[in-house]
Structure formats: structure tokens, C-alpha cells
């Protein structure tokens, strides 16, 4: 069974950067496609970032695509965050997610393996 980590959260203020970082681990026998959700206090949880299983494409949410950086590490199923001029909105429990994804990289279904989350809290 693979297990998804998570790390990097924080408490930062409006124009600060953070960056998360995550990696799978356990029964892997191929790369993933890997993505990152946001859930927000009340509200649903949303897509924000998402790189193909080989590196060659990423997807941002529109809120983000100007400020986030996802990127793969060296190491298999492994990526990181950057997450750059904060704002307030961006306050969230962010999780990272692994799979075999076919269609739909910002569906969170498309997913199997999911982290616990890494609380981002942006104070203006």
C-alpha cells in the first residue's frame, strides 16, 4: 500500500512564500501522475496543481498559475510546491495526491493515494 507525506505547511503573511513538498512511499511500481487540492474551512476542496506521471506537463488552477510552481523531484513520486505571493485566499489544508490518471488531471477522483494534509494559513 502506498502512503502519501506531505510537508511544508505554515503560517505565513500576504506576499510571503511557502514551499510543500510531497512523496510517495510503500508499494509503488511505477511513477504517478501527482496533484495538489485545497480545502478551505467551509468550502468544498478544490484543484491547484497537477504534473504528468514523466514531468512533460502541469496544470494549474487559474487562481494560482501566476504564483504556484509544481515541479518533480529526482526521486520517483516526489514533488514540490512553490507556492510564491500568498494572499489570504490561498489559507487552506493542502493535499497532495497520487495516481494513474486518464483523463481528468483536476479531478480529485481521478486519484487514489491521498495525503493527510499540511495546513497553509495566510494572515494579511
Known amino acids: 500500500q502506498a502512503q502519501v507525506v506531505e510537508s511544508g505547511g505554515g503560517s505565513v503573511h500576504t506576499g510571503d512564500s511557502l514551499r510543500l513538498a510531497c512523496s510517495v512511499s510503500?508499494?509503488?511500481?511505477?511513477?504517478?501522475?501527482m496533484g495538489w487540492f485545497r480545502q478551505a474551512p467551509g468550502k468544498e476542496r478544490e484543484f491547484v496543481a497537477a504534473?504528468?506521471?514523466?514531468?512533460?506537463?502541469?496544470y494549474y488552477a487559474e487562481s494560482v498559475k501566476d504564483r504556484f510552481v509544481l515541479s518533480r523531484g529526482d526521486a520517483k513520486n516526489t514533488v514540490s510546491l512553490q507556492m510564491n505571493n500568498l494572499i489570504p485566499e490561498d489559507t487552506a489544508t493542502y493535499y497532495c495526491?497520487?495516481?494513474?490518471?486518464?483523463?481528468?488531471?483536476?479531478?480529485?477522483?481521478?486519484?487514489?493515494?491521498w495525503g493527510q494534509g499540511t495546513q497553509v494559513t495566510v494572515s494579511s
Open positions: 495526491a497520487a495516481g494513474r490518471v486518464f483523463s481528468d488531471y483536476r479531478s480529485e477522483h481521478e486519484y487514489m493515494h
Open positions: 510503500g508499494r509503488t511500481f511505477s511513477a504517478y501522475a
Open positions: 504534473v504528468t506521471w514523466n514531468g512533460d506537463r502541469t
